[in-house]
């Protein structure tokens, strides 16, 4: 069973930064997609960033990123390979980024899109909460 020990949450002011961090463990497959969904309060759960994984790939090893339009070109993902541990980097926040970001991974590299579907992930961290107010 994969584990996810997700941080890096908090309240912050609108223009303000946060760094999410998501690190994983418990899943042995090189060939997998894992990203970020979010929450916001009375709205349906979201994607926002992934990373389409393919470690063992001899042709094309590197982590492949797609950010979904939640992101609005704000949000960067990145990985950490041997901390298996992934990062989500938020600029200039805007109050409607509020909500609970979770970390979650699917089976599949090609489960990593732009549209991210949530039901493509079978495995979800706990979530940490993302406020943004002045």
């Known amino acids: 069973q994969v584990q996810f020990v997700e941080s890096g949450g908090g309240l912050v002011q609108p223009g303000g930064s946060l760094r999410l961090s998501c690190a994983y463990s418990?899943?042995?497959?090189?060939?997998?997609?894992i990203g970020w969904f979010r929450q916001a309060p009375g709205k349906e759960r979201e994607g926002v960033s992934c990373f389409s994984v393919s470690d063992a790939s001899i042709r094309d090893p590197e982590p492949r990123a797609r950010y979904a339009d939640s992101a609005g070109g704000r949000f960067t993902i990145s990985r950490d390979k041997a901390k298996s541990t992934i990062y989500l980097q938020m600029t200039n926040l805007k109050p409607e980024d509020t909500g609970v970001y979770y970390c979650?991974?699917?089976?599949?590299?090609?489960?990593?899109?732009?549209?991210?579907?949530?039901?493509?992930?079978?495995?979800w961290g706990q979530g940490t909460l993302v406020t943004v107010s002045s």
């Open positions: 979650a991974l699917a089976p599949r590299p090609y489960h990593c899109t732009r549209l991210m579907d949530r039901t493509d992930y079978d495995n």
């Open positions: 418990g899943f042995t497959s090189d060939y997998y997609a």
